[in-house]
C-alpha cells in the first residue's frame, strides 16, 4: 500500500491501520481479561465477500460494540474461531470497516474523534440531537455516504439508534437495505451493559461474561418485502421485537439465574 494511499472518505490508510493497532492492544484486555468475550458464529465471518455487507446489531453503549466487533471480525479474518485469543490478528486489520454513528457523538472530544478516523460514518439524527427530541429531514448525504461505505466495505449499524433496549428499529435501516441490497448480517451483544459505563471508555466491572453471537445472513427479497416487512425482520434477527419481552416462566427465570451466575465467572 502507498504511504498516502486514502479510502473513498478520505483517511490515510496507513495512519488508520495503525491507529487500529494501538486502539486493539489498548482495548484487548477488556474482553479477554478484565472481562470474558464469549462468542459465537465467527465461522460466518470467513465466508462474507469483502464488500457490500451490513452488520446490524443491537446496541449497550456508544463505543465497546464497536470495538468488540473490529476484535472479533478480524480475529475471525485470520483463522481464529470464536476466539480472540492472542492479540497478533490485529496487525494486519480489515481497513474497510465502517460503523455508522450519530454526528454530534463523535464530534464530542478529542478521543471520539480519533475513533472516527478508525472508520465512522457520521451521520444527523433525524429524532434527536442534544438530548432533546427532534423532527427533521434525512439528509441524503448520510444516506450516500453509507452506500460508498458499503460499495468499499463492510458497514456496522445499530438500527434501534439508541443504547435503550427493545426501542423501535429506524425504518432508514430498512431504506437503505432495499436501495443499496446488501448481505445483511445480524449480531446480538449482550453483557456490555453490565461491563462497561454508557459510553464503553471506562470498565465499570470486572469478571463479567460477555456475549458475542453472530447469526447467519437474513435472507430478503429486496423488490418484494416492505419496509415494514423488513424492520420486523431486523427486530426479530436482533432480539429487540416486543414479543422478547413476554412474561417469563419459573424455569426460563431459573435457566436465566443459572446464566448469570456464570456471567461472574
Same mark, same amino acid.
Given at each position: 500500500m502507498?504511504?498516502? %494511499?486514502?479510502?473513498?472518505?478520505? $483517511?490515510?490508510?496507513?495512519? %488508520? %491501520?495503525?491507529?487500529? =493497532?494501538?486502539?486493539?492492544?489498548?482495548? $484487548?484486555r477488556r474482553f479477554r481479561g478484565f472481562n470474558e468475550l464469549q462468542i459465537e458464529g465467527s465461522e460466518i465471518i470467513k465466508d462474507l465477500p469483502d464488500s457490500n455487507v451490513l452488520f446490524i446489531s443491537n446496541h449497550q453503549t456508544y463505543f465497546a460494540d464497536v470495538v468488540s466487533m473490529f476484535h472479533v471480525f478480524n480475529a475471525s479474518l485470520s483463522g481464529r474461531t470464536d476466539s480472540i485469543k492472542n492479540l497478533g490478528y490485529i496487525w494486519n486489520p480489515k481497513l474497510n470497516i465502517y460503523y455508522v454513528a450519530a454526528k454530534e457523538t463523535m464530534k464530542a472530544g478529542l478521543l471520539p474523534k480519533i475513533l472516527a478516523y478508525m472508520g465512522s460514518i457520521s451521520i444527523e439524527r433525524t429524532w434527536r440531537s442534544e438530548g432533546k427530541d427532534v423532527k427533521r429531514q434525512v439528509k441524503m448525504s448520510d444516506i450516500s455516504n453509507i452506500g460508498k461505505a458499503l460499495d468499499d466495505g463492510w458497514v456496522i449499524t445499530f438500527p434501534q439508534g439508541t443504547t435503550t433496549p427493545f426501542k423501535p428499529v429506524r425504518k432508514g435501516t430498512a431504506h437503505i437495505i432495499k436501495k443499496y441490497q446488501p448481505i445483511v448480517v445480524p449480531i446480538v451483544i449482550?453483557?456490555? =451493559? =453490565?461491563?462497561?459505563?454508557?459510553?464503553?471508555? =471506562?470498565?465499570?466491572?470486572?469478571?463479567?461474561?460477555?456475549?458475542?453471537?453472530?447469526?447467519?445472513p437474513l435472507e430478503i427479497d429486496y423488490e418484494n418485502e416492505s419496509f415494514d416487512d423488513i424492520v420486523k425482520k431486523i427486530e426479530y434477527a436482533i432480539e429487540q421485537h416486543p414479543s422478547f419481552l413476554k412474561v417469563i416462566s419459573k424455569k426460563e427465570l431459573e435457566a436465566l439465574d443459572e446464566l448469570n451466575k456464570k456471567r461472574e465467572w
Open positions: 502507498g504511504l498516502f %494511499k486514502k479510502n473513498p472518505f478520505g $483517511h490515510i490508510l496507513f495512519l %488508520k %491501520k495503525w491507529l487500529i =493497532r494501538i486502539f486493539g492492544a489498548l482495548t $484487548h449482550d453483557g456490555f =451493559r =453490565r461491563s462497561f459505563d454508557k459510553k464503553g471508555l =471506562r470498565i465499570k466491572k470486572k469478571n463479567i461474561l460477555q456475549s458475542f453471537e453472530i447469526k447467519k
